[in-house]
C-alpha cells in the first residue's frame, strides 16, 4: 500500500489495482474508504485503478486540524496525488459525493485534468440541489419491490424531521438497483469504512462557492462523462443531464435498473460506458 505526504504531511495512502494508464479514483460517503469502490465492476481490467483513501479514512492519517476534512481543501490532497505519480494531466473518477471534490480539483486546476468521469455526482459545489421532490420520484419507481412501504414511510419521517440513522436501514435500499445479498452487504460495510466526524466537516460553511465554480467549470477543455442510476434520486438523470450542461465538452449516460452504485447493480454496462468514454472522450 503506498503512502505519499499532503501538503501539511499528513500521510495519505492509496491502492493500486488493474493495469494500463492510470485513473484516480475519489470515494463518496462524504469521507468513506476507498475500499467500498472495489475494482469498479472490473474496470481495472481496462485501467490502473489508483482508489485515495481521503484524510482520516481507511489507511490514511488522521490530519492535525480537522478543518481540512472540508471538501474544498481535499482538492490539495488531489493535487498532491498527481505532483507524487508524476503526471502531467490525470484521468479522475469521483463517485458520489467526491463528485463535489473532482469538480472542485478541475475548477482549481482545469489544465491538469485530462477527463472527468462524475458516477452519481453530488451537485453541491455547483449549486444544483436534489429536491424532495426528486427523491419522492425516484422512491415511486420502486413501487412494488418488498421493501418499498417501509422506505417509503422511512423517507417522509426523515423529510419530516426525522435522523437519518434512525431510518436508514429502511432507506438504503433506494440506494441500490437490486437489493440483493451483495447490496446488503455492501451497504453493511458503510459502518466500517467511514468517519463520521469528517463526514460533519465535508460540507462546512464556505466549502463551496457555487458561481465561482460554474465559470470555472465552463472553460473546462477537458472531456467529461456524468454517469446517472436510472433509480437514483440523488442525482436523478435529470440532475445529472442539469450538471453536464455546465461543461463545454460533456455526455451523460443513464445506467438503466441502476441506483447509487451502477458498478454493483450492473457491473458490465458500467465497464463498457466508462471504458467507452475513456477510449474516446470527445464528445
Same mark, same amino acid.
Given at each position: 500500500m503506498p503512502v505519499f505526504s499532503a501538503y501539511?504531511?499528513?500521510?495519505?495512502?492509496?491502492?493500486l489495482e488493474g493495469a494500463g494508464e492510470p485513473l484516480i479514483c475519489l470515494p463518496g460517503g462524504p469521507m468513506r474508504?476507498?475500499?467500498?469502490?472495489?475494482?469498479?465492476?472490473?474496470?481495472g481490467a481496462h485501467r490502473r485503478l489508483v482508489r485515495l483513501d481521503l484524510r482520516g479514512t481507511g489507511d490514511s492519517a488522521m490530519p492535525s486540524d480537522p478543518g481540512t476534512y472540508r471538501c474544498d481543501r481535499l482538492a490539495d490532497d488531489v493535487e498532491a496525488l498527481r505532483e507524487h505519480l508524476?503526471?502531467?494531466?490525470?484521468?479522475i473518477l469521483g463517485h458520489s459525493a467526491s463528485g463535489n471534490l473532482a469538480e472542485l480539483y478541475a475548477a482549481a486546476h482545469p489544465l491538469r485534468v485530462r477527463t472527468l468521469t462524475l458516477v452519481t455526482p453530488g451537485t453541491r459545489a455547483v449549486g444544483i440541489e436534489a429536491t424532495e421532490q426528486d427523491w419522492r420520484d425516484?422512491?415511486?419507481?420502486? *413501487?412494488?419491490?418488498? %421493501?418499498? *412501504?417501509?422506505?417509503?414511510?422511512? %423517507?417522509?419521517? @426523515?423529510?419530516?424531521?426525522? #435522523?437519518?440513522?434512525?431510518l436508514w436501514s429502511d432507506i438504503v435500499p433506494f440506494m441500490y438497483g437490486r437489493w440483493d445479498a451483495a447490496a446488503q452487504a455492501h451497504a453493511a460495510a458503510d459502518a466500517h469504512q467511514s468517519n463520521h466526524q469528517a463526514r460533519g466537516v465535508y460540507y462546512a460553511d464556505g466549502a463551496f462557492d457555487p458561481p465561482a465554480t460554474v465559470r470555472a467549470l465552463e472553460a473546462l477543455d477537458a472531456p467529461v462523462l456524468v454517469l446517472a442510476g436510472q433509480y437514483d434520486g440523488g442525482p436523478t438523470p435529470a440532475r445529472a443531464a442539469e450538471l453536464a450542461a455546465l461543461f463545454p465538452?460533456?455526455?451523460?449516460? #443513464?445506467?438503466?435498473?441502476?441506483?447509487?452504485?451502477? %458498478?454493483?447493480? $450492473?457491473?458490465?454496462? @458500467?465497464?463498457?460506458? #466508462?471504458?467507452? @468514454?475513456?477510449?474516446?472522450? $470527445?464528445?
Amino acid at each position: 500500500m503506498p503512502v505519499f505526504s499532503a501538503y501539511d504531511g499528513t500521510a495519505l495512502a492509496y491502492h493500486l489495482e488493474g493495469a494500463g494508464e492510470p485513473l484516480i479514483c475519489l470515494p463518496g460517503g462524504p469521507m468513506r474508504a476507498s475500499a467500498y469502490l472495489g475494482d469498479l465492476g472490473g474496470l481495472g481490467a481496462h485501467r490502473r485503478l489508483v482508489r485515495l483513501d481521503l484524510r482520516g479514512t481507511g489507511d490514511s492519517a488522521m490530519p492535525s486540524d480537522p478543518g481540512t476534512y472540508r471538501c474544498d481543501r481535499l482538492a490539495d490532497d488531489v493535487e498532491a496525488l498527481r505532483e507524487h505519480l508524476r503526471l502531467d494531466r490525470v484521468d479522475i473518477l469521483g463517485h458520489s459525493a467526491s463528485g463535489n471534490l473532482a469538480e472542485l480539483y478541475a475548477a482549481a486546476h482545469p489544465l491538469r485534468v485530462r477527463t472527468l468521469t462524475l458516477v452519481t455526482p453530488g451537485t453541491r459545489a455547483v449549486g444544483i440541489e436534489a429536491t424532495e421532490q426528486d427523491w419522492r420520484d425516484a422512491i415511486a419507481l420502486r *413501487e412494488g419491490e418488498p %421493501w418499498y *412501504e417501509a422506505g417509503r414511510a422511512a %423517507w417522509e419521517a @426523515f423529510l419530516g424531521g426525522g #435522523v437519518l440513522d434512525d431510518l436508514w436501514s429502511d432507506i438504503v435500499p433506494f440506494m441500490y438497483g437490486r437489493w440483493d445479498a451483495a447490496a446488503q452487504a455492501h451497504a453493511a460495510a458503510d459502518a466500517h469504512q467511514s468517519n463520521h466526524q469528517a463526514r460533519g466537516v465535508y460540507y462546512a460553511d464556505g466549502a463551496f462557492d457555487p458561481p465561482a465554480t460554474v465559470r470555472a467549470l465552463e472553460a473546462l477543455d477537458a472531456p467529461v462523462l456524468v454517469l446517472a442510476g436510472q433509480y437514483d434520486g440523488g442525482p436523478t438523470p435529470a440532475r445529472a443531464a442539469e450538471l453536464a450542461a455546465l461543461f463545454p465538452h460533456a455526455r451523460t449516460v #443513464v445506467q438503466a435498473g441502476a441506483g447509487h452504485y451502477p %458498478w454493483l447493480d $450492473d457491473p458490465e454496462a @458500467f465497464r463498457r460506458a #466508462v471504458a467507452a @468514454f475513456l477510449d474516446d472522450p $470527445d464528445p
